[in-house]
């Protein structure tokens, strides 16, 4: 028989919303990033506008991050302050790497410092879920 998971305690509230905010900007940056990378005959915006948005995305999620840390997913939170430093790191690649060549697959490369380590958020989204039964909507 299937044991119900318990609703995200009311107390845990603010963190899971502090967490959804997070994992929003941070993927609004990378989708400002991958929309700057040239492909097909449309000209894209500048790397820069793309390596930008993510440092904002950083910025922002940093301010987030202690709101939604909890005991409970405490691997997962660090995960993803890592993540923040490494895509940090990475957008510095890839200026540096655009600035060099406009080769996609160098660039593709380069992205993928950003890319990867910001799936953790994916994965601490997986944690929440795994451990409750989340709220749909903000109170």
Same mark, same amino acid.
């Given at each position: ?50 390596? !930008? ?8 999620? $940093? *301010?987030?991050?202690? /709101? #939604?840390? %909890? ?44 890319? !990867? ?8 989204? $997986? *944690?929440?879920?795994? /451990? #409750?039964? %989340? ?5």
């Amino acid at each position: 028989m299937f044991k119900r998971k318990p609703d995200l305690p009311e107390s845990h509230l603010d963190a899971w919303w502090a967490f959804v905010d997070c994992a929003e900007v941070i993927e609004g940056g990378r989708r400002v990033l991958l929309g700057t990378l040239p492909t097909g005959r449309v000209e894209p915006a500048p790397i820069a506008v793309g390596t !930008d948005a993510v440092r904002q995305a950083v910025t922002d999620a $940093r *301010a987030w991050m202690p /709101r #939604w840390h %909890l005991d409970e997913i405490d691997h997962e939170w660090q995960d993803c302050a890592r993540a923040l430093d490494e895509a940090t790191e990475g957008a510095d690649e890839i200026d540096q790497v655009a600035a060099s060549t406009r080769e996609l697959e160098e660039l593709l490369e380069a992205c993928q410092s950003v890319i !990867d380590p910001l799936d953790s958020f994916a994965d601490a989204e $997986r *944690a929440f879920r795994r /451990r #409750w039964r %989340l709220p749909r909507e903000r109170r």
